[in-house]
């Protein structure tokens, strides 16, 4: 074997990573060549002068496990357990259906496609969400919809400027989100909202009247709203006479039936009205609060 | 040099095990971070490289990857493979390929190691070590990259192979350049502080 092959398998047979063969050949060069040997020596005296190299301190204190990984913990309120997952921007979950921390940890990784650590609920977040759940929650504390895509995004922050105690329709959504055809998708996003209670979903109900379907099922819908003060049983009264919108014959403005300004109408001024054309017929123009229909 | 401690560590991330994914990223995130700051000798980009990798291993962990393919997953050289596959993409993005040093590659002879330059005892020394360390960062990041795999992080040529894609033998001799190089350039070194 010639100096040049050796010299590149010294370094593996430091290491007893040679095939046999290749070792046995190596080796006996290395009895003769004093040059060869030496530089068995060197790479030795490199091995171990390199390794006692530390290694750099990367930028900022914190460990990376804190921004690759998200928090979350339960919480109580008035007997229901609420599990909320948060980053270091703001709410990332709420759920009420888990029943381990192990269930909503992995249900989480699957829809969010990031891992959790169990760590106490900042304080604000607790009472944002109890808030929420009492019906009681005037401001959304900050939510983090990171992965969510921007129409997503767009109409979960359209949701959370809907009043409390009053609802609007999927219509209503997807027409503020600028698609107006794409109620479905709208319906679709209520239904897989990360942040149920803390971003009302439940404040948004069918063009078709009533209150319509929720995740954690109609009656939570129901239970909620009558907590932030819908007036639930109106609004089905209506949806079974088929009214939609209720204008006034003073102002001649029509708005939701849930539109605070609506609900300062009087009876004696209050009308009714099946859908749109009825209103344009009788030249009356949308609420600009409750914007129930683009203004002509 | 098999750890097969982080292989099953692999299979409890796929399995999202409680806990797992943090000890993989506290086992792995310092010798990642030193891997990719040889390469592109900067902190913040090194930073950055490591917790995308981290983000990519997590979804192909989880998302991606059948359990049989974890299980047959070698992690080290994987997860070095996925900083390096970062880390180069990164260096070709910026263009500034100043800091490359001019005698890129010197693939001549291979001559053997004069033991002149006295590595041996001397390189206990802090000050050896400081010009150990400065003499490393004037190779070029190909070599530097080996140096930290064989002798930083002792990984053997055939992991090295899987994170690097080079055959074995090819490997062999790269490696040995690397150490002539860093030689060279440490005996450089020795001569401008004697001037």
Same mark, same amino acid.
């Given at each position: 074997?010639?100096?040049?092959?050796?010299?590149?398998?010294?370094?593996?047979?430091?290491?007893?990573?040679?095939?046999?063969?290749?070792?046995?050949?190596?080796?006996?060069?290395?009895?003769?060549?004093?040059?060869?040997?030496?530089?068995?020596?060197?790479?030795?005296?490199?091995?171990?002068?390199?390794?006692?190299?530390?290694?750099?301190?990367?930028?900022?204190?914190?460990?990376?496990?804190?921004?690759?990984?998200?928090?979350?913990?339960?919480?109580?309120?008035?007997?229901?357990?609420?599990?909320?997952?948060?980053?270091?921007?703001?709410?990332?979950?709420?759920?009420?259906?888990?029943?381990?921390?192990?269930?909503?940890?992995?249900?989480?990784?699957?829809?969010?496609?990031?891992?959790?650590?169990?760590?106490?609920?900042?304080?604000?977040?607790?009472?944002?969400?109890?808030?929420?759940?009492?019906?009681?929650?005037?401001?959304?504390?900050?939510?983090?919809?990171?992965?969510?895509?921007?129409?997503?995004?767009?109409?979960?922050?359209?949701?959370?400027?809907?009043?409390?105690?009053?609802?609007?329709?999927?219509?209503?959504?997807?027409?503020?989100?600028?698609?107006?055809?794409?109620?479905?998708?709208?319906?679709?996003?209520?239904?897989?909202?990360?942040?149920?209670?803390?971003?009302?979903?439940?404040?948004?109900?069918?063009?078709?009247?009533?209150?319509?379907?929720?995740?954690?099922?109609?009656?939570?819908?129901?239970?909620?709203?009558?907590?932030?003060?819908?007036?639930?049983?109106?609004?089905?009264?209506?949806?079974?006479?088929?009214?939609?919108?209720?204008?006034?014959?003073?102002?001649?403005?029509?708005?939701?039936?849930?539109?605070?300004?609506?609900?300062?109408?009087?009876?004696?001024?209050?009308?009714?009205?099946?859908?749109?054309?009825?209103?344009?017929?009788?030249?009356?123009?949308?609420?600009?609060?409750?914007?129930?229909?683009?203004?002509? | 040099?098999?750890?097969?401690?982080?292989?099953?560590?692999?299979?409890?991330?796929?399995?999202?095990?409680?806990?797992?994914?943090?000890?993989?990223?506290?086992?792995?995130?310092?010798?990642?971070?030193?891997?990719?700051?040889?390469?592109?000798?900067?902190?913040?980009?090194?930073?950055?490289?490591?917790?995308?990798?981290?983000?990519?291993?997590?979804?192909?962990?989880?998302? @991606?990857?059948?359990? /049989?393919?974890?299980? $047959? %997953?070698?992690?080290? +050289?994987?997860?070095? !493979?996925?900083?390096?596959? &970062?880390?180069?993409?990164?260096?070709?993005?910026?263009?500034?390929?100043?800091?490359?040093?001019?005698?890129?590659?010197?693939?001549?002879?291979?001559?053997?190691?004069?033991?002149?330059?006295?590595?041996?005892?001397?390189?206990?020394?802090? @000050?050896?070590?400081? /010009?150990?360390?400065? $003499? %490393?960062?004037?190779? +070029?990041?190909?070599? !530097?990259?080996?140096?930290? &795999?064989?002798?930083?992080?002792?990984?053997?040529?055939?992991?090295?192979?899987?994170?690097?894609?080079?055959?074995?033998?090819?490997?062999?001799?790269?490696?040995?350049?690397?150490?002539?190089?860093?030689?060279?350039?440490?005996?450089?070194?020795?001569?401008?502080? /004697?001037?």
């Amino acid at each position: 074997m010639q100096c040049r092959s050796v010299l590149t398998r010294i370094d593996a047979l430091r290491t007893g990573e040679l095939e046999r063969g290749d070792s046995v050949e190596v080796e006996s060069h290395l009895h003769t060549c004093g040059s060869c040997h030496d530089s068995l020596t060197d790479v030795e005296n490199f091995a171990t002068a390199v390794r006692s190299l530390a290694a750099p301190r990367r930028p900022g204190q914190e460990s990376l496990v804190s921004t690759l990984c998200d928090s979350f913990d339960s919480i109580d309120v008035d007997g229901t357990r609420v599990w909320i997952a948060y980053s270091s921007n703001g709410v990332r979950a709420v759920d009420m259906r888990a029943s381990t921390a192990d269930e909503f940890r992995k249900s989480y990784g699957v829809r969010c496609r990031r891992e959790l650590r169990q760590q106490p609920v900042p304080e604000r977040y607790r009472k944002a969400v109890a808030a929420a759940l009492r019906g009681e929650l005037s401001s959304a504390p900050d939510v983090d919809l990171t992965g969510r895509t921007d129409f997503e995004q767009t109409v979960l922050r359209i949701i959370a400027e809907i009043p409390r105690g009053e609802v609007r329709t999927y219509e209503w959504v997807a027409r503020e989100a600028g698609r107006p055809k794409a109620v479905r998708a709208v319906g679709n996003i209520m239904a897989s909202n990360p942040v149920p209670l803390v971003l009302p979903c439940h404040r948004v109900v069918p063009t078709s009247g009533g209150i319509g379907n929720y995740g954690y099922g109609p009656a939570m819908k129901r239970k909620l709203l009558a907590a932030e003060g819908t007036p639930v049983e109106e609004l089905e009264t209506l949806a079974r006479e088929g009214v939609r919108y209720v204008g006034s014959r003073t102002t001649k403005i029509f708005c939701f039936p849930t539109c605070r300004d609506a609900r300062r109408i009087r009876d004696a001024n209050k009308v009714g009205f099946h859908d749109l054309g009825e209103t344009r017929e009788l030249g009356y123009r949308p609420c600009k609060r409750c914007t129930p229909a683009v203004a002509a | 040099m098999k750890a097969p401690e982080s292989e099953n560590l692999a299979l409890a991330v796929h399995h999202r095990a409680q806990g797992a994914f943090e000890k993989l990223v506290d086992e792995f995130e310092p010798r990642l971070f030193n891997y990719a700051n040889r390469i592109l000798d900067n902190r913040f980009d090194a930073q950055e490289v490591v917790q995308d990798a981290f983000l990519r291993a997590h979804d192909a962990l989880t998302r @991606q990857y059948e359990a /049989a393919r974890v299980e $047959a %997953l070698a992690v080290k +050289p994987w997860l070095f !493979r996925i900083v390096r596959n &970062l880390a180069f993409n990164k260096r070709r993005g910026s263009k500034t390929r100043l800091d490359e040093p001019l005698t890129a590659f010197d693939d001549g002879r291979i001559g053997p190691l004069v033991s002149g330059c006295s590595v041996t005892a001397a390189l206990e020394e802090h @000050q050896e070590r400081q /010009a150990l360390e400065q $003499a %490393l960062s004037t190779l +070029p990041a190909s070599s !530097r990259e080996l140096i930290v &795999l064989r002798f930083m992080e002792e990984m053997s040529y055939a992991d090295i192979s899987k994170t690097v894609g080079l055959d074995e033998s090819a490997l062999r001799g790269r490696v040995f350049r690397s150490l002539k190089l860093l030689r060279d350039a440490l005996s450089q070194n020795e001569v401008t502080h /004697a001037v």
